[in-house]
């Protein structure tokens, strides 16, 4: 430009409020004006994309009448697999998930073909006028019955530890304990149990829904909301049989994904990226409710088995855990799931000798995906249950037990082979333990329950240890583009995706840090693949770690860059500049940050710069089972007081008080938010979320009046979140900052154990009523009824400790 | 305003398929339109599509999650589940219409924005709403255990559930001298 824009007066100085900047969305949100993809002006040549679903849980596909469909009002377009240029795939690691069905039907919901009419309910009309011809076959609808017939979607794989206490290895390798040498063993003690485990509908608030524009250089732009645009753009590419470089998928928002717009989302690009490309208009492709929830993926359920055996004190010496996670028809991101529950098998816990295998499940129904935890909470449950059974038998508080079972400094290697290296989860629980009023809370419920023969109360303080990183390792890498304009304003992209965690909110926040400039200078705009590109999905909590590292990098470049300029051009000691307030100073100089970016331009220095980052020293062997899959751990707590009612089995949360590990917060008014949510979210999961299917294999609960997410009547009346001070991250992390977006929902397993101690109660904490999840209503009361009728006057039978 | 195009952009092989239109006039956020539709648009569509007040979120479809709701003669009503034409000289508010038209935000507004009471947004301006009829219900008690009894068709899966309690009682305040 040949004259510049005057530069603008600095802003004021925001350095005491930054750190708990407001959402960068804030003002759209609560003015409505914030868009989604659903919100945008029509296009003036407009279709809108309906799918007609498979009606059988597996059957061979013998044909399709779709006359009636093609003949219906308003339709422009009908597409079926044999209209699709390129490869008819959209798994995301291994292939199975055909775009549309082509010879069988492998899920009740499957997509088979689409329709483009010029109105969604013109499309949605002709959908129903269309002929499936199929023949059903035998359908796999049992996650345990598929393990027994080898109906896998992918092998099984083994964790598997001895420690110097095995049977027989004791003597020769004396070296290797890390137990009090000479401790004798004691008396053997084993619990065993299974655990039904139920799945979970993601139930974003905004369904799935993609919107492709053909453009005129054969082009395609996707604006989707999903967590992971340049898997979009890939997918695309291969089904339309066009090169990467010709497809932009952009993601400004999302009203809500928690994994399920991780893999689940790349359909619905395709679909209207094949829709727009073949009809050389723009396709909108918004999934109604019904067939979101029959359509997509959900959390796995896992059905597991767990078997231990302790010492006098509760303490565990063998630990043998099995997994089966249920995939549903394709692997999808099953691997990872799988394998994530498996690390997490021994939640914060020393687990002695252990063995854990993980099964891959594969029946006919939706694939299962990515759900906030990524199998992780499904991993710890077993394990917690077993907490809890090892109390009851000993006649210990469940509490001490988990204390007595933790990684210390003397057992901190986990059963694949990480070493702990930040011991915060005893003092986090010894701190909570008397923030919460643990022990006179204790006594108070005790004796409340012996007074009231109805109404039972129940408590729980469990952990959380979560790792973080991707257990691909490849993912753990990021992108950023930064550029600065001559009025000093400030403008970051990167691959993160923005679905109301505040992502986009901490990476501004890490840049204006970078520059220690005014937040209201540093403005982000939407993901798109053309701007960075190769990006990893918002997933695996990973988002500010990543994107925020390589927000940074590319911030630092400018700020060498800017400090080279006037350690040069005013003569200043380079060694004495630094950015303070808006300024760049140094000793008796300053400039403002406005003025240094002009004369930068007019120097003719370059006022842009990508950024990178990939995460150091994570490794792991499949082959051995061993290695260290993650960069740190988060932990958390949390105690949560119920209330049942033994005669309808309806149950009430009273009162949850958590501690939990974000090292230094990057916004602790987003974790806080982060951290209550994933409560919640946990916490419908393990108790009111229930999935039905029929005997055939369909989904009943298609909608919110038959699957229940928590209400605002479900949030405890006593909620207390705090966050652990004064324990940065031990690794280089953002700032010495931990992810946050899953770990809390694990916090959640407190409120199933609480349930579960309430029901001990019943009796006077002898037994440790199995109680499957979700622990609906309904389970409570047949939990309670199986106690009523086992029980006699007398003590428990021997062995009804384990359900 | 006066808008006439069509109900939809559908062209109907079968004219006997093609419902009636009728004349509806709705005062929208103090702004009267008069609008020729179908019978069995429902109002949430009608803002959405025909006049592109597009605040107001399709959630679930079935009036079961609140994204939709909007103030209907001052009750908070779901515009999903309401045929426009029985909105038919109805004053309604959306959220569009929360603000004064110079801008400075509703009560409500500034409070969900004080107390960081969404997540991802998607649900926040049928809460706004919802919170906004029971704050000017005098029928309703301002306890806690009321409020969320009243607020219970807003679902949010977020699970913001806490600030945007906390908003609520903050706007209470403002609006009513609450506690």
């Known amino acids: ?39 945008l002006p029509a296009h003036a040549r407009m279709g809108y994309l309906a799918v007609g679903l498979s009606p059988h849980a597996h059957a061979r596909l013998d044909g399709l009448t779709l006359d009636a469909v093609r003949q219906s009002p308003g339709v422009i377009d009908v597409i079926t697999a044999a209209d699709i240029p390129g490869r008819n795939e959209v798994g995301a690691v291994y292939p199975g998930d055909p775009l549309l069905a082509e010879r069988e039907l492998r899920y009740a919901g499957q997509p088979v073909f689409a329709v483009v009419a010029t109105d969604l309910v013109s499309a949605r009309r002709a959908v129903d006028k269309a002929v499936i011809h199929a023949t059903p076959l035998p359908a796999s609808l049992d996650a345990v019955e598929a393990i027994a017939q080898g109906l896998t979607v992918l092998p099984v794989h083994h964790h598997e530890r001895a420690t110097p206490l095995d ?3 004791a003597m020769k390798n004396n070296t290797q304990t890390r137990e009090a040498p000479g401790e004798a063993p004691a008396a053997s003690h084993c619990v065993s149990g299974t655990l039904s485990i139920g799945g979970q509908e993601h139930f974003y608030l905004e369904g799935q829904i993609a919107q492709a524009e053909a453009l005129d250089d054969d082009g395609i732009r996707i604006l989707t909301s999903s967590q992971h645009p340049s898997e979009v753009q890939k997918l695309v590419a291969e089904v339309l049989d066009r090169p990467l470089h010709s497809i932009v998928a952009e993601v400004r928002r999302m009203g809500g994904g928690f994994g399920g717009k991780e893999s689940q989302a790349a359909a619905l690009g395709a679909m209207a990226a094949l829709a727009a490309a073949r009809n050389h208009c723009t396709v909108r492709f918004r999934l109604p409710r019904r067939d979101d929830m029959l359509m997509t993926g959900k959390r796995h359920p896992f059905e597991t088995h767990y078997e231990v055996t302790t010492d006098d004190r509760g303490i565990l010496r063998d630990t043998t855990i099995s997994l089966i996670g249920n995939c549903g028809h394709s692997p999808d991101l099953s691997e990872g799931v799988v394998d994530r529950a498996m690390f997490h098998a021994d939640n914060a816990y020393y687990l002695g000798n252990a063995r854990v295998t993980g099964h891959r499940a594969m029946t006919h129904t939706a694939s299962n995906t990515a759900f906030r935890g990524f199998g992780g909470p499904q991993g710890m449950m077993p394990i917690e249950a077993a907490m809890d059974d090892i109390a009851r038998r000993l006649g210990l508080d469940p509490l001490d037990v988990r204390k007595r079972n933790l990684y210390t400094d003397q057992k901190d290697e986990t059963h694949y082979g990480q070493r702990l290296d ?42 959380v240890k979560f790792g973080i990183s991707f257990t691909a390792q490849h993912l753990n890498q990021a992108g950023a583009l930064l550029a600065i304009y001559t009025d000093g304003s400030v403008l970051i992209n990167h691959g993160g995706t923005e679905m109301g965690q505040g992502l986009h909110t901490k990476v501004c ?17 939407a993901t798109r693949t053309d701007k960075v590109p190769n990006t990893s999905p918002t997933a695996a909590s990973s988002g500010a770690d990543l994107n925020g590292m390589a927000a940074r990098d590319a911030a630092l470049t400018l700020r060498a860059r800017l400090l080279d300029l006037a350690a040069e051009q005013y003569r200043q000691p ?26 930068a331009y007019l120097k003719r220095v370059p006022l842009s710069a990508t950024g990178f980052y990939s995460t150091p020293t994570i490794h792991y062997d499949k082959t051995t089972g061993k290695g260290h899959p993650f960069f740190y751990y988060a932990y958390g707590a949390a105690v949560s007081e119920v209330e049942i009612d033994t005669l309808t089995g309806e149950h009430r949360l009273r009162r949850v008080d958590i501690l939990h590990d974000v090292g230094d917060s990057l916004n602790p008014a987003i974790d806080r938010g982060q ?15 229930e999935l039905k299917w029929d005997d055939k294999g369909t989904l009943l609960t298609t909608g919110p009046a038959t699957y229940k997410i928590p209400a605002y009547s479900d949030t405890p009346p006593v909620f207390n979140v705090a966050l652990l001070e004064g324990h940065p991250c031990s690794q280089a992390t953002i700032y010495r900052s931990k992810a946050v977006g899953e770990p809390p929902f694990m916090l959640a397993l407190s409120v199933w154990s609480a349930l579960r101690d309430a029901l001990s109660s019943l009796t006077n904490y002898t037994t440790s009523p199995a109680l499957d999840v979700p622990a609906t209503p309904e389970r409570i009361l047949l939990a309670v009824e199986a106690i009523k009728s086992a029980s006699t006057p007398a003590a428990c039978p021997e062995g009804a400790d384990h359900g | 305003m006066v808008d006439t195009t069509p109900a939809t952009a559908v062209q109907h092989a079968d004219p006997a398929a093609t419902p009636r239109l009728h004349d509806v006039e709705l005062t929208i956020n103090g702004q009267t339109h008069h609008l020729s539709i179908e019978p069995n648009v429902v109002l949430l569509d009608a803002l959405r599509e025909r006049l592109g007040l597009t605040g107001a979120k399709k959630g679930c479809d079935h009036g079961q999650c609140g994204a939709c709701t909007v103030l209907v003669d001052g009750r908070s009503m779901n515009s999903c589940l309401m045929l426009a034409s029985m909105a038919d000289g109805c004053d309604i508010t959306t959220v569009e219409g929360l603000a004064k038209p110079d801008g400075t935000l509703h009560p409500v507004q500034q409070a969900f ?14 809460q706004m709403m919802s919170a906004t009829a029971i704050l000017n219900d005098p029928s309703i008690e301002r306890t806690d255990a009321s409020i969320k009894d009243a607020m219970s068709g807003n679902i949010c899966r977020c699970g913001a559930y ?14 009513n001298g609450g506690e």
């Open chain 1, 675 to 689: 951290i209550e949510g994933g409560f919640i979210q946990g916490a419908g999961w393990l108790t009111t979320e």
């Open chain 1, 574 to 599: 380079r060694d004495s500049l630094t950015f303070s307030d808006g300024q760049l100073i140094a000793d008796g100089w300053s400039m403002p940050w406005e003025a240094l970016i002009q004369a």
């Open chain 1, 422 to 463: 930040q011991h915060l989860i005893g003092p986090l629980i010894d701190q909570l333990e008397k923030q919460s009023d643990y022990r006179h809370r204790r006594q108070a419920i005790t004796a409340f329950n012996q007074e009231n023969p109805i109404i039972k109360r129940g408590l729980a303080l469990t952990p």
């Open chain 1, 509 to 525: 926040q890490i840049v204006a840090r970078v520059f220690d400039i005014p937040l209201g200078r540093v403005r982000i705009s």
């Open chain 2, 162 to 175: 806490k600030n945007i309690h906390d908003a609520i009682k903050t706007a209470d305040a403002r609006l």
């Open chain 1, 167 to 169: 049977r027989g290895s």
């Open chain 2, 113 to 126: 924005l004080e107390h960081d009471a969404y997540q991802c947004g998607y649900c926040t301006a049928g």
């Open chain 1, 1 to 39: 430009m040949r004259k510049l824009i005057p530069a603008p007066a600095p802003l004021p100085s925001d350095a005491a409020t930054r750190h708990s900047a407001p959402h960068d969305s804030a003002v759209a949100h609560v003015t409505g004006r914030a868009i989604y993809v659903d919100d």
